[in-house]
């Protein structure tokens, strides 16, 4: 993986058929899918559960492009082994999750993966202030994690601020909730780079009929682009 800030589009697979995991992959990323989202949830940190190492590990031959894992679990530190060996190319644990971020991302990074933080709606850009060198994504939430399809909350200011915060670091921007073509350019215009959906992108599709999952991820980019 090389560093760029080019828009690229993370279809999250939250919104796939759960039934169908390998060929939803092939199917997003066949429609031009820049990276695949795995969203992780434990019923704990997040009222919803989805699925664990062994699950992501079955993907992780589906994926050609980056496997972006987001954990929405905690504690994270016991299962940071697990989604190296599952085969995770980014592992984003929250900054809610525990009261040891910087040890978490150093542990993300000894384990061979790069290391994401993300931070909740009510969290602001200054708690990462002093993990920026130990990061290689900041994740933005637009929505209060553990569901897909939900409204998008205007995090702009925070954007903002962590733009001018990175500065020259080879950070990623990643912004994940209610994005789409009427949220992106917003977003972008402040300074992401990664733009993760999941309704936006599965909405009107199924593995049978994957052109719309296309125009869908076409829209969301040029929409983008501005
Ligand atoms: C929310 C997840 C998101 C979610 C986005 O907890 O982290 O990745 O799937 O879904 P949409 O794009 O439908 O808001
Ligand atoms: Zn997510």
Request: aromatic share 6%; with cysteine.
């Amino acid at each position: 993986m090389t560093f760029d800030r080019s828009v690229k589009i993370a279809p999250s697979i939250l919104s796939a058929d759960f039934a169908d995991f390998g060929r939803e992959i092939q199917a997003i990323e066949a429609q031009g899918a820049d990276w695949v989202h795995v969203d992780v949830m434990d019923n704990h940190f997040v009222p919803n559960l989805t699925f664990g190492p062994p699950a992501v590990k079955a993907f992780r031959p589906h994926v050609k492009t980056v496997m972006d894992v987001h954990l929405m679990i905690a504690p994270v530190d016991p299962s940071i082994e697990a989604y190296a060996d599952a085969g995770a190319d980014i592992l984003t644990a929250h900054v809610e999750a525990g009261p040891h971020i910087h040890r978490t991302l150093q542990a993300i990074r000894a384990a061979g993966m790069k290391a994401g933080v993300a931070l909740n709606p009510g969290t602001p850009a200054e708690a990462v202030s002093h993990v920026l060198d130990l990061a290689d994504l900041v994740c933005v939430m637009t929505v209060n994690p553990g569901f897909g399809g939900q409204k998008f909350v205007d995090m702009t200011a925070k954007i903002r601020r962590l733009r001018e915060m990175i500065g020259d670091r080879p950070v990623h921007i990643e912004i994940d909730g209610g994005v789409d073509p009427t949220t992106a350019p917003l977003v972008v215009s402040a300074g992401a780079d990664v733009l993760v959906a999941g309704s936006a992108v599965f909405r009107g599709g199924s593995v049978a009929d994957p052109a719309p999952y296309g125009a869908n991820i076409a829209a969301i980019r040029a929409a983008a682009r501005g």
